[in-house]
């Protein structure tokens, strides 16, 4: 379900979730009224929810609130997040695509305690569009390092972190895709451990893009360090608390309220 009547049952959901978890089949036969096959019903409840960064789900399909944005529990204290950037040749990995630039911003008690990024020789030449794009040439990453170097020390600062990145899932699927390939045979994350900002500045400012979002929310942005990992990982970061702050002030989360003050 999209639009306000989906925005409308989220926020029913997220009510009722405030009284603790509840099982996706619970979710569906409750607050959305649904009745049926088990398995449209669990459909059903991931496609309204899945991508919202308000709500978690574990392995049994048991949902919660997530503790970072419930307006009650966890705060930026709490919890250390990494910041992820990552610049690639263009395109997927499936698509022999490789990653040239990798940074990782630790975020703990809402400010940057850490800093860490490296170029990646990608095994293969850079696209002309995407070295005129993010300034990294075929001879700045020759000597670089490949990603099989640095896969330990990449896992090592994103283990028992959540996960942050502006379209999360192309820079997930990367990380994954390359550790894969080489020696880590695991995903350095767990899956319902991150948030995509792009997702959140949609929901915040109706603004997916990074610098319009910045540029409405009052935050600095210079469009000429642009496609720079570790320039991008430190907005990303300040954008980051700028949001969870802002909700957390709010008494938490809520679409309805929020959406209709813009």
């Known amino acids: 379900m ?9 926020t029913q959901i997220r009510r009722r979730l405030s009284d ?38 574990d392995g049994e399909g048991c949902w919660s609130l997530s503790p970072v944005f419930d307006g009650n529990g966890g705060t930026l204290n709490d919890v250390s997040f990494a910041v992820v950037d990552v610049e690639t040749t263009g395109g997927s990995y499936s698509q022999g695509h490789r990653v040239t630039e990798i ?6 008690g809402g400010k940057i305690v850490d800093e860490y990024s490296t170029l990646v020789n990608p095994g293969r030449y850079i696209p002309s569009f995407i070295q005129k794009l993010t300034s990294i040439t075929d001879e700045m990453v020759c000597s670089a390092p490949y990603f099989d170097e640095i896969a330990d020390e ?16 192309f820079d997930q699927g990367f990380l994954n895709q390359a550790s894969e390939r080489c020696s880590i045979k695991r995903n350095p994350f767990h899956p319902f451990s991150s948030f995509d900002t792009a997702t959140l500045c949609g929901l915040a400012f109706r603004q997916t893009v990074l610098a319009k979002a910045c540029q409405v929310a009052g935050i600095s942005f210079d469009a000429n360090k642009a496609h720079s990992a570790l320039y991008d990982c430190d907005k990303t970061a300040e954008m980051f608390c ?3 702050n802002r909700w957390k002030q709010l008494g938490g ?10």
Do not use: K, W, Y
């Open 253 to 262: 989360l809520d679409i309805d309220r929020d959406i209709q003050s813009h």
């Open 103 to 108: 940074a990782v911003v630790e975020l703990r």
């Open 2 to 10: 999209t639009g306000a009547g989906g925005v409308r049952l989220a």
């Open 242 to 244: 700028h949001i969870v």
């Open 154 to 169: 990449v896992h090592r600062r994103l283990e028992g972190r959540v996960f942050v990145a502006h379209n999360a899932a």
């Open 20 to 57: 603790g978890p509840s099982h996706t089949l619970d979710l569906a036969r409750g607050p959305m009224g649904l009745s049926g096959p088990d398995g449209p019903l669990s459909a059903a409840v991931f496609a309204l929810l899945g991508d919202d960064p308000r709500f978690c789900v």
